[in-house]
T-cell receptor, first 116, second 110 residues
């Protein structure tokens, strides 16, 4: 079974530029998550989708971050404009259902973003 | 709201000696608890999870963890460390959404 795919793996941009990350979850997984992992910290949930609807985006900085999952499969996370503090690894994860706390999430390799 | 504390930011052991990575949690309900491992430049991989069944949970690669409600702990152990175990380990508590600890970096010396 193919895992969660993410691209690009690395991205370097200057502050105030925009950037987009792509994620393709495991086939058949209804729930998709985007996490931000700052160096030396654990991942922090940014947004959770159930199919093509948003379940939780309470920690997404909506003035600069946006995400979509239009067809309920792959997803795009965008930052516009980027700030220095956005430098982090952006992880995508998926799970089969939205059974919440018991559901295992499967993670992609992440996109490492450096904002200069 | 739930939270998790990993008591050691860095643990160093010699190959062949036991591993103990400590995790305490705070939760209003009966939580689900997970341990994930992250190797450099790789995605997070599930080691094991506790979901209110047996309190001693066995995972992959010889790791296991014991859920102790009275101590609100979920420590990760392995009897004998291998060089390949060197990685970052995350304890996770979930009441609905997952909250990650800050991570423990495990170093294994030859």
């Amino acid at each position: 079974e193919a895992g969660v795919a993410q691209s690009p793996r690395y991205k370097i941009i200057e502050k105030r530029q925009s950037v987009a990350f792509w994620c393709n979850p495991i086939s058949g997984h209804a729930t998709l998550y985007w996490y931000q992992q700052i160096l030396g910290q654990g991942p922090k949930l940014l947004i959770q989708f159930q199919n093509n609807g948003v379940v939780d985006d309470s920690q997404l900085p909506k003035d600069r971050f946006s995400a979509e999952r239009l067809k309920g499969v792959d997803s795009t996370l965008k930052i516009q404009p980027a700030k220095l503090e956005d430098s982090a690894v952006y992880l995508c994860a998926s799970s089969y259902t939205n059974r919440g706390r018991k559901e295992t999430q499967y993670f992609g390799p992440g996109t490492r973003l450096l904002v200069l | 709201a739930q939270s998790v504390t990993q008591l050691d930011s860095h643990v160093s052991v010699s190959e062949g000696t036991p591993v103990l990575l400590r995790c305490n949690y705070s939760s209003s309900y009966s939580p689900s608890l997970f341990w994930y491992v992250q190797h450099p430049n790789k995605g997070l991989q599930l080691l094991l999870k506790y979901t209110s069944a047996a309190t001693l949970v066995k995972g992959i690669n010889g790791f296991e963890a014991e859920f102790k409600k009275s101590e609100t702990s979920f420590h990760l152990t392995k009897p004998s460390a291998h060089m390949s175990d060197a990685a970052e380990y995350f304890c996770v508590v979930s009441e609905g959404d997952m909250r990650f600890g800050a991570g423990t970096r495990l170093t294994v010396k030859p």
